[in-house]
């Protein structure tokens, strides 16, 4: 770590399985304080990713960046077993044990908190054809599709007064 430069993860070949790579190392800076037991950190994380569109199944990058504040309480404070409802100073609280806290662990948490559940490699992709697997970015197919019917159909046909 570079005193005030934060610092650089490099976990380009660390296999994520399929949900997404890195194209670039995973740049953080933060900044760390200590408030009595606790340690309030602050950061800013940097990368691009290879994610898979869902609609259409190719590959493209998503730039990441994202900034966050989260404080970390020592383990002997962590709440007991029973069911408690969490406010939003507990959703951006964790625990740390022992007297490191592993920045890295930190940085990669955020990217998985900031990656969408359902990539699209563009707002408007229109995926595939269900029938003959062509793209439908790139042109339409000439599949005849067939209009689906459900129990409720039939609610169509009715008419209120």
């Known amino acids: 770590m570079v005193r005030g430069k934060g610092f650089l993860v490099s976990l380009l070949e660390r296999p994520f399985g399929n949900r997404f790579r890195f194209e670039t ?3 953080s800076e933060v900044k ?3 408030a009595g037991q606790s340690v309030l950190i602050t950061g800013r994380i940097q990368t691009n990713l290879r994610l898979q569109c869902v609609r259409c199944l ?3 990058t998503y730039p990441l960046s994202n900034e966050f504040d989260l ?3 020592p383990s002997k404070e962590a709440p007991s077993e029973e069911e408690t409802e969490l406010g939003r100073e507990e959703m951006e609280s964790s625990f740390f044990e022992g007297g490191e806290i592993h920045l890295s662990e930190i940085a990669c948490e955020q990217v998985f908190l ?5 990539p699209l490699c563009q707002e408007g992709c229109r995926g595939l054809c269900s029938i003959c697997g062509k793209d439908l970015n790139l042109s339409l197919c000439e599949c005849v599709k067939e209009e689906f019917s459900s129990g409720f159909s039939a609610l169509k046909k009715l008419k209120l007064d």
């Open 71 to 73: 404080t970390l309480h």
């Open 32 to 34: 760390i304080q200590k």
């Open 25 to 27: 190392p995973l740049q």
């Open 114 to 118: 900031e990656i969408p559940y359902q």
């Open 58 to 60: 190719k590959e493209f």
